[in-house]
């Protein structure tokens, strides 16, 4: 879908203009005939990048979206909701993006078609829920529901880097304190041992070789580093394939544990929102698998296969994963009661419970492995500088 920019004259003689996306530029000239527009000129726009710096923060689409809902359970038409919602935002992306969901949208495209391509922030995953909240005739709740996933994500990454920030923080300043000894302080002991003509002891000798080429090498290495450093996090940014890949394999032989139930929360979530938004389990399966990515991608797969084959849902996930018999187990009360998406909902908790507990005890073990590296390289250092003071002391 291509992105226009036309011009034209309306029912009262005045010309107009605008842009918006749409199929063809027949397709276009069509819509905005119906809109009582005589189109004159309609020129295909080159694509506008949008930088990082001028992304909005979940939080800020979260309330963008929750709001468009309110104004639509009010009884607000959606062209007007969208007006009233783009005029309110501050950030220019989701501003173009609101009005360019309103063009497309007085064109007769449906709202969660446009919506992905638009508004930034929504994934696969959460446009199925809006086009099945709009299949359904409940395009208001199903952005509520929307809008509190993207909260409940942002809120899971806030907790994630709060308890990786001790952690870097400890690590970067014992790396600092070391530079010091080596740079600042190391050349000065080696001054004094100089003058004495004693034979330094093998520690002390390889804390003062250490000092010189932390002195020699750390300028560049200051250069090079922010220039690595730099280039690595631009590359971090764009380089999604490769991000998802390297992330993969460290989550794979390191924190295995705590990426299965990060994994198994974002598959009940997910499945139990677009239950919850009316999207029939065999197709909201491949979306929940995909959301849970590839530590239970095969897994769900296999699940949705079997029951496509007539295997009660519960059954089939118990056999593809043992991992997920807590949710298997609350899906099967689900079932019975007739409120499944409410008991994979519970799952999802379950699992968020028990990530949050494994990263606490994972940040109380980092902690003061951190302290006690960084306090053993320090007194290591101080007993070698003023190990050749005891050794003198001992010959008088």
Known sequence: MASYRWHGVDAHGSRVTGQCHAESVTALREGLRGRGIEPVTVRRSAVRRISLGGRPSPDETAAALAHLGSLLEAGMPLNQALRAVGREQRRPVLRDGLRQVRDAVELGQTFSSVAGEQLPRLDPILIALLAAGEECGALEEALHTVADELRHRHASIRQIRRAAAYPAWIAAM?????????????????????????????????VVAASHGVAALLPGAVAVGTVLISALTLVWRRWHRGRRAILRRWWRHRLAAIQRDAALERLFRTLGRLLAAGVPLLDALPHAAQAAGDPLREHIDQAHRAVAA???????????????????????????????????????????????????????????????????????????????????????
């Open 174 to 206: 014992a790396s600092a304190v070391v530079i010091l000894l080596l740079v600042v302080v190391a050349p000065r002991f080696e001054a004094l041992y100089a003058q004495s003509g004693a034979a330094l002891p093998w520690l002390t000798r390889w």
């Open 310 to 396: 007539g295997t009660p849902f519960p059954r089939a996930l118990r056999h593809t994963d043992p991992a997920t018999a807590t949710g298997a187990h609350l899906a099967a009360i689900g079932e019975e009661c007739g409120r499944l998406d409410e008991m994979l909902r519970q799952a999802a908790d379950y699992h968020r419970h028990r990530l949050e507990q494994r990263l606490e005890r994972l940040a109380a073990w980092v902690e003061p492995a951190l302290i006690t590296v960084a306090g053993l390289v320090t007194a290591a250092i101080v007993a070698a500088l003023y190990l050749p003071i005891f050794q003198l002391g001992t010959l008088f």
